[in-house]
């Protein structure tokens, strides 16, 4: 496409659109305030305003929104027109400073866990202004945190940005340290690769599941699976095409930098893998493509499907989080380097992530908790629910050998003396990689594989951020005061990779010797939300993003009753569509099945008397059999389910949903499943996953 590069950041109010239509002393000021961290005066937010307005309002615009994050997992938005009226009874198109900087949606219509009573409404967004600005649909896009009228933050960007800025703080430390005083900023970075289904929404639509829970509660396997591995990267359907190139079309235009696309391994599986961004540029870019990728889909006649397993038996969808850091003059510092000082200062930076991790493993694994990904840890390219990093056997060989203090690699009698050139040049991907580790070095990067398909990487991405900020600060302290750097520099990496070697697994998450071995470790294994989410609210948690003011005691008890709430609430939708489906769906079909069947029979025998029919008799008695168990599984459902309710509060609900309602559901599910088996296809009470994966 030649256009392109004219297309890319067309909807955008970019750095290069800000340079042509800012006057420079408010542009210089407005850069200055962002590498700054400091607030920017009413002064400079007239003008950009005033800008922003003209720009929009040339290319069709005549509304503007603050777009936030709130715990809901997905986008907000409250669309204002640019009319302002004139004496004279026309309009004026206006735009001022305190309508960019500030908004006040009503925060009591968002999930808070209980910093706002009902009648508690008021709620602000405030402009990030290190997020460009957008238009879409004939609205200008301002990207905002979002706050209660006490202060709290209801978002999930505002941790996020908070995170950013304690981990910069405390990375410069580290950095000075090793003599680099060019470096004004560290950025965190990252890529997060997006997995996705794509069904037809005729289908789609003729199943209430899907169109509830966003998933499927029942459907017998087809014949053809994925066990072939004849989809992954495999030539793309000429109706898939067609979207996949819509929609990058739709993304190059906000800027967003989608790189790669092609099929997974289930079928009707996708991926999309963007260039690496800024975290919180990373973020809003992936909930848009959330959003468009939806959105484009509806356009050719398809749904897409972000559950983290939408399909039970092939590959679930997950979001692979590639993490790093980077300085502002271009330096990766995960990146080894080949001069001594290179070699420290990444050692450095790499125990500080192994300790991190090892430290607030259970932290991480909350990070990710959701209904939707307790389905989809521990299987089919998932990694599971233990937390452990991967180093390759190269840098494990580096790290053992420091612990020991041996020599690596052919320096045989030279000691392991950090600031000595003892590192390999170490290329980017010189090691194999791991699907099933949920935290692996990757060259340059960690990247971070337990993340659910439609979570926000938001929540992720802050905690990781701050973990590592912790452990930089601790190593800072001790750093600053040593009388010998070096000496002390050899001893903090030495000593952290001892304490915390148990962290590191380069072999086959699956196997179940792993879960075995990681126990006899320490290493935590939470596979359900409720066993998981206790974490986040231990001293040692609460104590860690209070000190770094990332987050509040209050802000995290109540994002600990938002995610127990949303578990308990999916949950309870999923319970009462498979009520439905049983009672409206699968038994009338059943009973339609088995009565045809019972006339056939009697036919038969009218016909010919004597006559056995024992296939249709034995079809009659085992669907009939079946029908009497789903019934049965459907009261036991409706049952545990009120008693979940009888448990008195979220925490005791949800542990009860992990407890005993699941459990029934899969019981419930395998008895629906071979029902299916059993029908004949004009019977079959709505579309099958042969249909739903296989005709696309």
Not at 457 to 478: C, H, R, W, Y
Not at 582 to 587: E, P, R, T
Not at 634 to 659: D, P, R, S, T, W
């Amino acid at each position: 496409m030649e256009n392109l590069p004219k297309m890319f950041g067309s909807m955008v109010f970019n750095d290069t659109v800000m340079k042509e239509r800012l006057p420079k002393e408010t542009y210089k000021a407005l850069k200055k305030a962002i590498k700054d961290n400091t607030d920017i005066g009413l002064d400079v937010a007239n003008v950009v305003a005033a800008a922003m307005k003209n720009w929009a309002v040339e290319k069709g615009a005549t509304h503007f929104t603050h777009w936030f994050q709130p715990m809901t997992g997905i986008t907000a938005e409250k669309h204002d027109s640019f009319i302002s009226p004139t004496p004279e009874g026309g309009v004026l198109m206006e735009f001022s400073g305190k309508e960019l900087v500030r908004g006040e949606p009503d925060a009591s219509s968002f999930p808070s866990g209980g910093i706002r009573a009902t009648f508690e409404a008021r709620g602000y967004t405030a402009w990030d202004p290190t997020s460009y600005a957008f238009l879409k649909d004939s609205s200008l896009y301002i990207p905002t945190a979002f706050c209660s009228y006490t202060g709290e933050a209801l978002d999930k960007k505002t941790p996020l940005l908070r995170s950013m800025q304690v981990l910069e703080k405390q990375a410069l430390r580290i950095l000075k340290l090793f003599g680099n005083t060019a470096a004004q900023k560290v950025l965190t970075t990252v890529g997060p690769e997006q997995e996705y289904f794509l069904v037809d929404k005729a289908l789609h639509d003729k199943r209430k599941d899907l169109m509830f829970t966003g998933r499927t509660l029942f459907g017998a396997k087809p014949p053809k699976g994925q066990e072939l591995e004849d989809h992954y990267f495999g030539a793309i359907k000429p109706r898939i095409a067609v979207f996949m190139n819509d929609l990058n079309e739709e993304l190059w235009k906000l800027g967003v930098l989608a790189k790669t696309e092609h099929n997974e391994v289930a079928p009707a599986q996708h991926e999309l893998a963007p260039i690496f961004s800024t975290t919180n540029v990373a973020v809003d870019h992936n909930q848009l493509t959330m959003e468009i990728m939806k959105k484009v889909a509806l356009r050719h006649g398809l749904v897409c499907l972000l559950h983290e397993k939408p399909f039970a038996g092939v590959n679930g969808s997950g979001k692979h989080n590639n993490w790093s850091l980077a300085t502002d003059t271009g330096l990766n510092l995960l990146e080894p380097g080949d001069s001594p000082a290179e070699n420290a200062q990444f050692l450095t930076f790499l125990t500080a992530v192994i300790k991190a991790v090892d430290e607030y493993q259970e932290l991480l694994r909350v990070s990710v908790a959701t209904a939707g990904n307790d389905h989809r840890l521990g299987a089919n390219e998932a990694p599971p629910a233990i937390v452990s990093i991967f180093l390759g056997e190269e840098l494990t060989g580096i790290i053992d050998a420091i612990e020991s203090g041996q020599a690596y690699g052919k320096k045989e009698k030279q000691h392991m003396t950090i600031g000595v050139d003892v590192l390999p040049r170490i290329p980017k991907d010189t090691t194999d990689r791991n699907r099933t580790s949920p935290f692996a070095f990757t060259g340059n990067k960690f990247e971070f594989r337990m993340l659910g398909s439609s979570v926000s990487v938001s929540g992720p991405n802050f905690v990781l951020n701050t973990m590592v900020a912790d452990i930089l600060q601790e190593f800072a302290d001790k750093l600053e005061k040593a009388k010998d750097f070096t000496l002390e520099l050899n001893a903090l990496i030495k000593d952290t990779i001892k304490a915390h070697k148990r962290i590191i697994f380069n072999g086959n998450g699956y196997d179940e010797s792993w879960v075995h071995e990681a126990g006899k470790r320490g290493l935590a294994n939470l596979k359900t939300v409720p066993e998981a989410l206790g974490s986040f609210i231990k001293p040692k948690s609460i104590q860690l993003f209070v000190r770094h003011g990332v987050l509040s005691e209050v802000e995290i008890r109540s994002r600990y009753e938002i995610i127990l709430e949303n578990y308990c609430k999916t949950l309870n939708i999923e319970v009462l569509t498979m009520l439905e489906m049983i009672s409206k769906d699968i038994l009338p079909a059943a009973y339609k099945y088995l009565k045809e069947l019972s006339k056939t029979v009697l036919a038969v025998k009218q016909a010919a008397p004597g006559t056995v029919c024992k296939a249709q008799t034995a079809i009659i008695s085992k669907l009939s059999a079946l029908a009497d168990d789903l019934e049965a599984k459907g009261g036991k459902l409706e049952k545990a389910l009120f008693a979940v309710h009888e448990a008195g509060g979220a925490a005791n609900e949800a542990a009860e949903y992990a407890k005993q309602v699941i459990p029934l559901m899969q019981e419930t599910r395998a008895v629906a499943d071979e029902i299916e088996s059993l029908l004949g296809e004009e019977y079959l009470p709505f579309p099958t996953y042969e249909d739903l994966l296989f005709r696309v």
